[in-house]
């Protein structure tokens, strides 16, 4: 399965006309990031505190399909993709009573944190790519036996 989390959009997610302000969606997801992380037992204190490598977004892109509104029970599936010896990207979908009102994709790229040059992804986070990566898969093939 993906990594999925459960948030409740709350009115500090909204703007003026009641909607999640575009900007906060990328915030939920990066939320359901560090939530995947956790349940990966990746350390989240030592992980973005004075870490000696950082992972920061180079890209980052929001499709909205349908608004979101204060009170909207939101499960966000996140699957992470190795795509490149220092960069991954994640996907996000964000469902809201299993219909589908935003996509999303992150970009990250492995740094040294002192000398800000790219460097190859830690182990840690290989491992925390391949354990989604194979959860992910297992899921769609599941699917798409259902499917026949």
């Known amino acids: 399965m993906p990594f999925t989390y459960n948030r409740t959009v709350r009115f500090q997610d909204t703007d003026a ?3 999640v302000y575009f900007a906060n969606v990328l915030g939920i997801c990066h939320e359901a990031y560090e939530e995947s992380l ?6 989240l ?3 973005f505190t004075n870490p000696s490598v950082a992972f920061p977004i180079v890209h980052a892109s929001v499709d909205f399909l349908r608004p979101m509104f204060g009170g909207d029970k939101l499960l966000i599936s996140l699957i992470p993709q190795k795509i490149g010896v220092d960069k991954f990207e994640i996907t996000y979908e964000v469902t809201v009573a299993e219909v589908v009102v935003a996509k999303a994709i992150t970009r990250h790229v ?3 944190a002192s000398s800000r ?3 190859e992804l830690p ?3 290989v491992q925390w790519l391949e354990t989604n990566r194979r959860d992910a898969e297992g899921a769609e ?3 798409s036996r259902e499917i026949m």
């Open 17 to 19: 006309a009641g909607v």
């Open 38 to 43: 956790e349940a990966s037992s990746i350390n």
């Open 45 to 47: 204190k030592d992980f």
């Open 110 to 112: 492995c740094i040294d």
């Open 117 to 119: 040059s790219k460097q």
């Open 123 to 125: 182990d840690e986070i």
């Open 141 to 143: 093939r599941r699917r």
